[in-house]
């Protein structure tokens, strides 16, 4: 809802941050909106690669650059691997109007990073990554862009 949002007014956004659910911008952006997501690569309910089904047909890495694009960034990403289970996708330069991160999490499923659910959920829903806290990372992002045109 939120990618949704942001891309059809982008007047009342100052940035997304978008846990296991990022889609692409619904036609032109009419300004650029900072991109922050988070996704598990063992994700069953918004699969990272996509799906065949019309509610979640694109993968996370398209709707990232799909972003990108629609924020004016033509340039190549620049990924960092933080270590052998998290990655860091960044479109643009950080802190800039229209940045576009995508941290990746090799293994983990449809959960909040550096959250905590208990057995049954984790069960269900997957692993959830510690290697990044995902409340502080938006928080901090929103922040940072507070002042964008």
Not at 43 to 66: C, F, H, K, L
């Amino acid at each position: 809802m939120s990618s949704l949002f942001a891309s059809v007014h982008p007047e009342f956004v100052q940035a997304v941050g978008a846990v296991a659910g990022l889609r692409s911008p619904g036609g032109v952006v009419r300004r650029p909106v900072p991109i922050l997501s988070f996704h598990g690569t063992k994700d069953r309910i918004n699969p990272y690669g996509g799906s065949s089904t019309q509610r979640w047909n694109e993968s996370v890495p398209d709707a990232a650059r799909a972003w990108a694009l629609a924020n004016g960034i033509t340039d190549p990403p620049t990924e960092v691997a933080v270590s052998s289970t998290l990655t860091r996708t960044t479109y643009g330069t950080e802190g800039q109007p229209g940045e576009v991160t995508l941290w990746t999490s090799r293994g983990a499923g449809h959960t909040w990073p550096g959250g905590h659910l208990g057995l049954l959920l984790s069960l269900s829903l997957g692993r959830t990554s510690k290697e990044i806290d995902a409340t502080k990372s938006i928080w901090a992002f929103g922040l940072r862009h507070a002042g964008d045109p």
